[in-house]
């Protein structure tokens, strides 16, 4: 999938920081969606945000520790190499931030710990919000 993604942007010129941004992630999660979707109309929706937290988490800690692990394996070095964090990588830090932060303010100040339907449409804007300071920083950075 990696190598067709990056066929498809060397093809249309389409840089892989877009690609990854876009098209990866969606691919990525349309599994974690179509089940969290599944549980949340089975009556679980605690099960569904749960997941919609515990999978990210799970790829970000476990996904970035065994990469870096192959990263030392592969150098064979004693010490891993200085991994530099692009601007799109901490535009997206700054997101999930925000989003936590958000969702606990919101949430367990505003609401007494449960999120009114009206919050998804503020995700929803943090998301196009993202992918917009994604695109500036990467076109304009």
């Keep these: 999938l990696v190598g067709m993604l990056q066929f498809l942007g060397t093809i249309c010129r389409i840089p892989s920081t877009i690609l990854g941004l876009t098209i990866l992630a969606w691919g990525n999660s349309m599994g974690d969606l179509s089940a969290n979707l599944a549980m949340a109309r089975k009556g679980m929706p605690d099960m569904a945000t749960t997941g919609c937290f515990a999978g990210p988490s799970f790829n970000l800690l476990v996904g970035t520790g065994l990469g ?74």
């Design 68 to 141: 870096f692990l192959y990263l030392q394996y592969e150098l064979q070095r004693s010490s891993i190499s200085p991994v530099s964090l692009t601007p799109t990588i901490r535009t997206g830090f700054m997101f999930v931030i925000v989003n936590c932060l958000s969702i606990i303010v919101c949430s367990g100040i505003c609401f007494k710990w449960r999120l009114p339907y009206r919050y998804s449409f503020v995700l929803f804007a943090f998301y196009l919000l993202f992918i917009a300071m994604s695109l500036e920083t990467l076109f304009f950075d």
